[in-house]
């Protein structure tokens, strides 16, 4: 379908082609953030005023960007980010997504929300393994989407905690943005409608509509003892919740702020990201994502401390310009730009990639 020299030769080539080829809708819903998007803007600014220290000269021959997380062997040091509704992006939605990452070896992080089924995605990539799970009103519900996950295959989950409601979303208001009758969130069809956003639906107090299905720690710790299988807790930024997610057996964190589509005014999580890994060691498996949109970015956060990042608006450019293909190439050319970085700041390995390699300027 996509001649090799039609698709975009760099990044930012995809993120403006995209933007130019979404409907207005798409685009309020797919690249704007939460209320004025300063955090949207604080997460991509916190990378750009970052600096990287090169120290060259150093042994790079044989170099990898391989890790090793939760036991698992991941060929890069990233991941797709879990978002929804790909088919309104491209007619094979999540699948192409996951085909195209697969074709670059690195998994997707499979949304709740996705509008493809979860088993279905789940046999068109075998190495997409991992599943974001939402609270979905009650504590056996969401058991009940989490088993079926797992029964589906998935082997890792994570929970996303920090959007129990729709944030201010002035750009999808402004425009109109709905669902088309083609694209649902297939995956929750079966469960009652939980979430819910109130400046479109609200003719009531939004405290009134929801406060009886939120969860809180309590649940939090009793689906970490029911679940047979690692839950990462995505969402967190203070870091004293990092260490209540350690101290319930959470298998990771995740630093995000839902790439500024939630609370705005939250903190770029960049800066987070070392105030949580302060808090609890370098061991603790700490990811993070929000503003990531080169290979030099994945390189800062890993230097700070983060095991892995996970990439979104990115790969919903990819998504867009070229489907399966745009998402391989999207990611290709963050893993080429992250070697890049690895070879001319002198790190062979990941591991060679240190604090003291970065100088934040924030
Ligand atoms: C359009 C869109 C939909 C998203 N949907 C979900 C979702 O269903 N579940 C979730 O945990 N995070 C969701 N996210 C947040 C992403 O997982 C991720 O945290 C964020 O995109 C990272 O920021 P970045 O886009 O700057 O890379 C969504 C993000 C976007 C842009």
Redesign the pocket.
């Known amino acids: 379908m996509f001649e090799p020299d039609q698709l975009p030769h760099i990044l930012p080539e995809y993120y403006t082609r995209a933007r130019d080829m979404m409907s207005l809708q798409n685009r309020a819903?797919?690249l704007a953030g939460a209320g004025d998007e300063a955090t949207l803007l604080a997460?991509e600014t916190a990378f750009s005023c970052a600096r990287i220290i090169p120290r060259p000269l150093r042994e790079t021959g044989g170099g990898s960007t391989q890790i090793s997380l939760l036991g698992q062997s991941h060929a890069t040091p990233f991941m797709v980010?879990?978002?929804?509704y790909h088919r309104l992006l491209d007619p094979l939605g999540e699948t192409a997504t996951a085909r195209g990452a697969q074709a670059q070896s690195i998994k997707t992080v499979v949304?709740?929300?996705s509008s493809v089924d979860l088993a279905q995605i789940r046999s068109a990539a075998a190495s997409c393994d991992w599943f974001?799970l939402?609270w979905m009103g009650s504590r056996e519900r969401t058991l009940e989407l989490a088993e079926i996950a797992l029964a589906a295959g998935y082997t890792v989950l994570?929970l996303?905690i920090d959007?129990p409601v729709q944030g201010v979303r002035d750009r999808e208001i402004e425009a109109g943005f709905q669902l088309p009758p083609d694209v649902r969130a297939v995956n929750l069809s079966a469960f009652p409608a939980t979430r819910f956003t109130p400046l479109i639906e609200g003719q009531s107090f939004v405290f009134d509509h929801i406060a009886h299905v939120l969860p809180n720690w309590r649940d939090v710790d009793w689906l970490m003892q029911s679940v047979a299988a690692p839950v990462l807790l995505?969402g967190i930024l203070h870091p004293d919740d990092a260490a209540r997610a350690a101290s319930v057996g959470a298998a990771g964190v995740i630093v995000?702020n839902?790439?500024?589509?939630v609370l705005d005014r939250a903190p770029a999580t960049l800066e987070m990201l070392l105030e949580v890994i302060k808090r609890v060691g370098s061991e603790y498996p700490v990811l993070m994502?929000?503003?990531?949109r080169r290979g030099v970015d994945i390189f800062i956060a890993l230097a700070l401390g983060a095991k892995a990042v996970?990439?979104?608006?990115?790969v919903?450019c990819g998504l867009c310009v070229a489907g399966e293909l745009g998402v391989s190439h999207v990611l290709r050319l963050l893993r080429d730009e992250l070697e890049i970085a690895m070879l001319l700041s002198g790190c062979a390995s990941i591991n060679d990639i240190h604090a003291d390699m970065v100088h934040l300027k924030l």
């Open positions: 819903y797919f997460n980010a879990p978002f929804a949304s709740a929300q974001q939402y994570v996303t959007a995505k995000s839902h790439g500024g589509r994502d929000g503003g990531i996970l990439i979104g608006r990115p919903v």
